[in-house]
């Protein structure tokens, strides 16, 4: 065997093992972002629209809520607004995967960085603690899901004309994604009362105050609070 | 919306998506954040997500009232078990989906 196919072997090992590793993520990618298109599309959002954003701005959860907001006549400003303010948590992910990307170059990074998400952050993290995982394999399972996102969204959007309003129960898409997103972050005593504090907070700011303020005040508010109970909790049993 | 509307929303949502996502990366992948913040932003996810869930599951949106048995709430329930059990991101999906449409059928 020559070095050259010593070298192909090699890295189709590597990007056999970043497809594995993606596999689950586009496995669920696929019904969400179906259902987005299709969404998107009853909202009366045209086909390209939706291949736009998914292009442009790739957060499954933020595009939800853009479909939602649009649907019930939202400005742009407070949508963008809304958009920051959910996906601000990408940058703590950003800060954690840095410690494995040192020595990768700036234009890696800025490629890397689009493709950042709760599902393959969450991927990624799990192989890099794991060792035997590198940038390369990472910036695969961020793509091959970004890529399978657009095709599912573009196919939802497609097919959206023909599928009837709230068939197969395509309105609940979003909130079982969430169900499971919320399910994943439940790491510990204080995350499961920061969750609970957010919901209570977060009901109680909705129907006290017009507008979409309720998610960020409520997440920020209910993440302080549980922030200082740890504190707490901390000093309380050392 | 035109063409050039669409641009500039998703534009905008583009940029205000990819900074948080890029600049830590390319800025602090030396430095170390203060540990206060680490632990802030550690809590922001679940407090998010639960911030998100909990008025679409709790109250009426028409007019903007608390509810309480509606069957986004019912299908919720059995959705979170399995969500707990299976940790299946696409599994809870359909499987919400179909208990969504179940509970609509019989409410």
Partial sequence: MNSNQVLKRNRSGKVGQAVSAAWPICLGYFPVGLALGVLARQAGLPWWAVGMMSLLVFAGSAQFICVAMLAAGASLPGIILTTFVVNLRHGLMSSALAVHLSGASRRFLAVFAYGITDESFAVNMVRFRGGNWDRWRALIVNHLTNAVWIAATLVGALVGQFVPQGAFGIDYALTGMFICLLVFQLQGRIHILTGLLAAVISVGWYLLIPGDSYIVGASMTAATLGYFLNIRRRRRSP | ?107
């Fill in chain 2, 1 to 107: 919306m035109t063409f050039a509307d669409y641009l500039l929303l998703f534009g905008g949502m583009g940029l205000v998506t990819y900074g948080p996502r890029a600049l830590p990366l390319l800025y602090l992948a030396r430095k170390q954040l203060p540990q206060w913040l680490i632990d802030w932003l550690a809590l922001i996810p679940v407090a998010i997500l639960s911030a998100l869930l909990a008025p679409s599951l709790l109250t009426d949106a028409a007019e903007r009232s608390f509810a309480l048995g509606k069957p986004e709430l019912l299908a919720a329930i059995p959705t979170l078990i399995f969500a707990l059990k299976t940790r299946s991101l696409a599994g809870t999906v359909l499987v919400g989906m179909l208990l969504f449409r179940l509970t609509g059928m019989f409410i």
